[in-house]
């Protein structure tokens, strides 16, 4: 099974700070990587899929880089609505399996 | 636009069956683009995959869980299924369905969740 590993756990920051949010597969998993939002409560929210396509109605803000091993989520400017938590998650191979969470919080 | 809701009880006791219905709106389960899947998240915890079906039944499970799970679906009623047997404390999350991207795997579309409880 391919494991996700996701740094940092949490973050503090401010809003209009520029964030990144980092997500390394444990092989190859060529750019089938996707990126979630969750806030309390919620379900999970699609960001971007396919390591850097931005999801239908996902502000311009928040970007995806990277591909095989390493990936990487952009948020240019936080927003208020923008403190939640982020998954990543390779869609490579069965299993699918999602990173163990990035809290972003606000400084 | 597509909705997706959970449905089951959310108290169960120890070693029962769990089992619970999504109901597809707004869009065709036989659609031959999407998949769809159950995803459950202990409270505090990740996400973890459970199980995949696709509208002409074929299946994908989490080997973690197969021995204890079944994914089914009727396209006739637009609704999709999930039973886990033997349920313990650690079966305690709530449980989402969702919509996957067959050419990605991403999960696009998903239900509000449901929260199931196991208790002793």
């Known amino acids: 099974d391919i494991q996700m590993t996701q740094s940092p756990s949490s973050l503090s920051a401010s809003v209009g700070d520029r964030v990144t949010i980092t997500c390394r597969a444990s092989?190859?998993?060529?750019?089938?990587l996707n990126w979630y939002q969750q806030k309390p409560g919620k379900a999970p929210k699609l960001l971007i899929f396919a390591a850097f396509i931005l999801q239908s109605g996902v502000p311009s803000r928040f970007s995806g880089s990277g591909s095989g091993t390493d990936f990487t989520l952009t948020i240019s400017s936080l927003q208020p609505e923008d403190f939640a938590t982020y998954y990543c998650?390779?869609?490579?191979?069965?299993?699918?399996?999602f990173g163990q969470g990035t809290k972003l919080e606000i400084k | 636009q597509v909705q997706l809701q959970e449905s089951g009880p959310g108290l169960l006791k120890y070693s029962q069956t769990l089992s619970l219905t999504c109901n597809v709106s707004g869009g065709s389960i036989s659609s031959g683009d999407y998949s769809w899947s159950w995803i459950r998240q202990p409270p505090g915890k990740g996400l973890e995959w459970i199980a995949d079906i696709y509208y002409n039944g074929s299946t994908y499970y989490n080997p973690s869980l197969k021995s204890r799970v079944t994914i089914s679906v009727d396209a006739s009623k637009n609704q999709f299924y999930l039973k886990l047997s033997s349920v313990t404390a650690a079966d305690t999350a709530v449980f989402y369905c969702?919509?996957?991207?067959?050419?990605?795997?991403?999960?696009?579309?998903w239900g509000q969740g449901t929260l199931v409880t196991v208790s002793s």
């Open positions: 092989q190859n998993i060529s750019n089938y």
């Open positions: 969702a919509r996957i991207i067959r050419n990605w795997g991403n999960f696009d579309y």
């Open positions: 998650q390779q869609s490579y191979s069965t299993p699918c399996s």
